[in-house]
């Protein structure tokens, strides 16, 4: 009876799932396979700030379209807030004003960038007015010394701008460049003073701010670059390796000296930057002409702002790896240290990747027990020592991560994401069954979980399997499904066979 | 492997997953749990309905009772200290006498008092018991096992594991300690586990670490043909035990004391699937059976007449 019962809700699962799923793909054209061109990203500011009970005034620099990404769709999301928007030769700008606020306020900026899939070469120009440089007193000579310096080695204004780039970034620069740059090696103040060094030569510049288009669940720094008109046309120039160009990637954001975000009646003022690509408007391109957008697309998980989008893309792949699980425990009848510590452990080897995942845990967990097995002497209550290989733990991460930074091992750092009480329970009820069970019994389930990490880690990575669950969410009903039906499994665990094989030698 | 599992399957044996799904689930019902996962509940519920259980000296509930529990210990004859929540024996230590101010267990280890105590203070914290929750530690008497398992024991108390499914026993086999297990029976520690004929009560051969074998490892003597004293009254034990905790699948531990007889030591309500292993039988074909003729069988002389008869060597290579 409970089986029938069992049955039947599977199957309206799976129908349910399966046939969302269909409808997705077959009447709204959902992509199966992630998609190859990323032309279009959605971008986005996140700025905070603590407002002190007066009027405040917000303003944010926003990015316009240019010869090689239009900018679409601006939104803004400030709720109480008022709003303006404005735009001069230099940058656009959005002004967020309210008479009253407290605490911690935050605004987001959101638009879609989408790439000129082939970008023309940058528009002929009229000549601008010569510039005039800010340098003045010391500072004039010092700029005059370094400029002399620089046009020693260039022929035109092209070479003169690589000269410069890399003079500015000199690994010992001299006391001209030290004396203007006033201790302040930023990205931001060598732009900008090569934008001054440039206007002593005569050569008409400014600096461009904006984002490297990349996807990537951290927050993404701000670059700069310079423009310089050469020969008819504001050409772009990289900044951070010298060269004529910049790479397509580059998208500007604003331009000329300054802050992105100014504030007036708060304190504390915060702006990151997040960028992903825009499946859904992908979509809608391939769509383009239908007059209308269903249900299905409008409350989707791309309608969520990017950073959340980007955690339930990790988050989605959860269950997936607790399926796996059950089928590494139920069906085959590996021995795990906790139900789902292999699931944690294989999201933190997202950061380190598997083989620096499998030796950082492993050392991680090798110290630990050496500790572990110290306290035992010690005679410690168990709440109380659990405390103490927490800590252990903590400082065990510590320790390695500058061992590792020393050495010059960038994935050393990322052990910091490891999931610390999971390691500390580890820990602990791998000594447990090493004392009462024997080593082998707790290296065999020690290495059971490390396997079952590393399949789920190959399962939860996999770009397509990403990409699948997080267009097509039902997918999960289906693995509810077969969970489900796993529950009522009852036939042989694979490793039973080999446990059993005895009975079928004498038994017979 | 799916020929291995079909002739699995054709011998009958029961896989953990059915075990769990099928029985576990289907006939222990979660609130009847705490019964038998707590040792003293078992104890008191035990004696409430006339069956002999090994004395309880004392019960340690709270870490300032532990300083004062030595007084209670200095007993000639040992004594055993276990979690009330354990499980697989984990936790349990048998201390065989006191020896210069030192505990002296069965396999001639000592203890310290402070070792004891802290032992003691683990058990309270909940480290060995199922859910890690705060535990009581039990003082009881040490069973003086009976001569019968002298030859086949190293150490430590062998004991009586009894598979009752319905009130009918199905299986049964003996746990005999080796020096791999320190004393313990458990199967998973590395003890011995022998099947027995359910008719006589005989031992059949034995299986360690999931191999045959025929001689114990380290005394050398055969393991089979030893016949159980007592075998009736263990049987009916095991059977009373089924109908007083109300759990359809269930497996008895019962030790054999030189004085007192057979001594109920605690029940299973996940007994282990080792014992197919023992007996060289699958469960399955036999737990069928009971859930055949159960209908038929009334009073508890009745299903043990129909184990006995069923479920023996003889009977065993018909059914």
């Not at chain 1, 092209?158 to 001209?176: A, G, I, R, T």
């Not at chain 1, 702006?271 to 239908?290: H, K, M, N, P, W």
């Not at chain 1, 290495?447 to 590393?454: E, H, M």
């Not at chain 2, 791999?180 to 299986?207: C, Q, R």
């Amino acid at each position: 009876m409970s089986k029938r019962h069992l049955y039947i809700l599977t199957a309206v699962l799976a129908v349910l799932g399966l046939s969302l799923f269909l409808y997705k793909v077959r009447v709204l054209d959902m992509p199966l396979t992630p998609g190859q061109e990323r032309d279009v990203w959605t971008v986005e500011a996140r700025v905070t700030f603590e407002a002190k009970g007066e009027p405040v005034r917000l303003s944010l620099l926003l990015p316009r379209s240019n010869p090689r990404f239009t900018i679409l769709n601006d939104a803004f999301i400030s709720p109480g807030y008022g709003l303006s928007t404005s735009a001069d030769f230099w940058n656009r700008q959005a002004i967020w004003t309210i008479r009253q606020a407290r605490g911690l306020q935050t605004v987001y900026y959101r638009a879609e960038a989408r790439r000129l899939v082939r970008p023309g070469p940058p528009r002929k120009e009229k000549p601008p007015e010569p510039p005039q440089s800010n340098l003045e007193g010391p500072e004039l000579a010092a700029g005059r010394a370094l400029l002399q310096e620089v046009q020693r080695k260039s022929a035109d204004t092209e070479s003169l701008v690589l000269e410069l780039v890399k003079y500015l970034h000199l690994p010992q620069p001299d006391d001209n460049l030290k004396f203007l740059l006033k201790n302040r090696p930023d990205e931001a103040d060598r732009v900008e003073l090569a934008v001054e060094i440039l206007a002593l030569a005569g050569v008409p510049a400014y600096s461009v701010h904006g984002l490297r288009l990349r996807e990537s669940r951290e927050r993404l720094r701000i670059i700069h670059w310079l423009a310089v008109y050469d020969r008819d046309r504001w050409r772009p120039f990289d900044f951070a390796t010298p060269r004529a160009g910049v790479p397509p990637d580059y998208l500007p954001w604003w331009r000329g000296p300054g802050s992105v975000a100014r504030i007036r009646g708060g304190e504390r003022l915060q702006t990151t930057f997040s960028a992903s690509v825009d499946q859904e408007a992908s979509i809608r391109l391939e769509r383009e002409g239908r007059a209308y957008q269903p249900a299905l697309i409008r409350f989707s998980l791309f309608s969520l702002p990017i950073h959340t989008q980007q955690v339930y893309r990790v988050l989605l792949m959860v269950p997936v790896g607790a399926f796996l699980l059950v089928i590494l425990r139920n069906v085959i009848g590996l021995s795990t240290f906790g139900t789902f510590m292999p699931v944690l452990i294989a999201l933190a080897f997202r950061e380190t990747r598997l083989l620096h995942g499998i030796v950082l845990f492993s050392l991680l967990v090798g110290l630990g027990l050496l500790v572990r097995f110290y306290l035992e002497q010690l005679k410690l209550l168990l709440v109380p020592r659990l405390a103490a290989i927490l800590i252990v733990v903590v400082l065990l991460m510590v320790f390695v991560s500058i061992v590792m930074n020393r050495l010059g091992i960038q994935q050393g750092l990322s052990i910091a994401l490891f999931p610390m009480v999971i390691i500390t329970m580890t820990i602990e009820r791998m000594t447990i069954v090493w004392e009462e069970r024997g080593p082998g019994e707790a290296l065999k389930q020690g290495l059971g979980s490390l396997l079952a990490a590393a399949a789920t880690y190959t399962l939860i990575h996999n770009r397509q399997i990403q990409h699948l669950f997080f267009v097509f969410p039902e997918l999960l009903l289906i693995v509810l499904a077969a969970t489900l039906l796993l529950g009522r499994y009852t036939g042989y665990r694979l490793f039973e066979l080999y446990r059993f094989r005895a009975l079928l030698k004498g038994g017979s | 492997m799916f020929t291995l599992a079909a002739q699995l399957r054709a011998m009958g044996v029961l896989g953990i997953n059915a075990r769990n799904a099928d029985y576990t689930l289907a006939h222990n019902p979660r609130r009847l749990y705490p019964l038998v996962d707590d040792k003293f509940q078992t104890k008191q519920m035990a004696l409430k309905a006339g069956i002999p259980v090994p004395e309880l000296y004392g019960v340690v509930e709270r870490e300032v009772q532990v300083r004062g529990m030595h007084g209670i210990l200095e007993k000639p004859e040992g004594f055993v200290i276990k979690p009330a929540h354990g499980s697989g024996g984990d936790g349990v230590v048998v201390i065989a006498g006191l020896h210069r101010g030192r505990y002296r267990t069965i396999t001639g280890n000592f203890y310290t008092p402070p070792e004891l105590d802290h032992h003691v203070y683990n058990v309270l914290s909940g480290l060995y018991s199922l859910a890690g929750q705060p535990d009581q530690a039990l003082i009881e008497y040490r069973v003086q096992f009976d001569p019968v398992f002298d030859e086949v024991s190293y150490k430590g108390v062998p004991d009586i594991r009894v598979v009752v499914f319905l009130g009918v026993p199905v299986m049964a086999m003996v746990r005999l300690p080796t020096r791999m297990s320190e004393g313990k029976a458990n199967l998973h520690l590395g003890g011995l586990g022998a099947g027995i004929d359910l008719t006589t009560g005989t031992t059949l051969s034995a299986v360690c670490r999931n191999e045959r074998v025929e001689e114990h490892p380290d005394t050398g003597a055969c393991i089979s043909g030893l016949t159980i004293p007592q075998w009736e009254t263990i049987l009916d034990m095991a059977a009373a035990c089924c109908d007083l905790s109300g759990l359809g699948y269930l497996g008895v531990d019962i030790v054999l004391d030189k004085f007192r007889g057979p001594l109920l030591l605690e029940l299973n309500a996940r007994p282990g699937l080792g014992i197919q292993i023992a007996n060289g039988q699958g469960l399955l074909t036999r737990l069928h059976l009971v859930e055949q003729h159960r209908p038929a069988l009334t009073s508890r002389e009745e299903r043990i007449a129909f184990a006995r008869g069923r479920f023996g060597v003889k009977a065993g290579a018909a059914g």
